[in-house]
């Protein structure tokens, strides 16, 4: 198996997987402390829970388990480099949408409404409404498939979707009263950014 791991495609699969996570989580925190602030930012802002720690884990025994077992599964470089694209496309995006919102971007859902809140509709958002959630779901998925991990990538993609169908709902409902009729109709010309969910 010590073979299987140091081998050309698992050092590329494996490199790319960890500079990807490296790099989302080390930018999310940096973007944060420039916007707000070292004072109003905690570790939270490398967003790594539990769930998510447990996930990239579960993602990490499949891809070993393959390779071990299957080693031309993972050699299929089409599906891999689509998922490296997807993962820089997913970047990509949700960087655009933290810096567009700037002091409007947190984390963590408002629930009063701030001086510095502004209701933003320009550059990426007025595509989508969610474009920070479409960046990570985009890159999400992309990280599994870079791996050429079957189970891990539909488990990704159904985990991130649940997460979301639950999170933008109760997100807009405090947009809703915080902007009111704009909101609406910003919301109404929008899509939300995660498919199946409006």
């Known amino acids: 198996m010590t073979e299987t791991l140091i081998s050309f495609t698992a050092c590329r699969h494996l490199s790319q997987m960890f500079f990807a996570v490296f790099f989302f989580h080390c930018s999310e925190y940096i973007l944060a402390i420039s916007i707000h602030g070292k004072n ?3 570790l939270k802002s490398l967003l790594v ?3 998510y720690a447990l996930a990239m884990i579960c993602s990490l025994i499949e891809y070993s388990l393959e390779i071990y077992l299957f080693p031309g599964m993972k050699e299929n470089w089409s ?3 689509t998922g490296l694209c997807l993962v820089f496309i997913g970047e990509l995006v ?3 949408a ?6 409007s971007f947190t984390h963590l859902i408002k629930k009063f409404h701030e001086e510095s809140h502004v209701l933003v509709t320009h550059g990426v958002y007025e595509y989508i409404r969610h474009p920070s959630y479409f960046g990570f779901f985009v890159w999400s998925v992309g990280t ?3 791996l050429c991990n079957p189970f891990s990538t539909l488990a990704f ?3 991130v979707w649940g997460f979301f169908k639950r999170r933008i709902p109760y997100e807009e409902f405090f947009l809703r009263q915080f902007f009111g009729s704009e909101y609406e109709v910003y919301a109404r010309r929008t899509w939300s950014g995660i498919p199946f969910i409006e």
Do not use: E, Y
């Open 98 to 103: 933290v810096i567009t919102a700037g002091k």
């Open 144 to 146: 599994q498939i870079m």
């Open 157 to 159: 993609a159904l985990v």
């Open 40 to 42: 109003r930012v905690t």
């Open 94 to 96: 949700r960087k655009l």
């Open 79 to 81: 599906v891999s480099n």
């Open 49 to 51: 829970t539990k769930a």
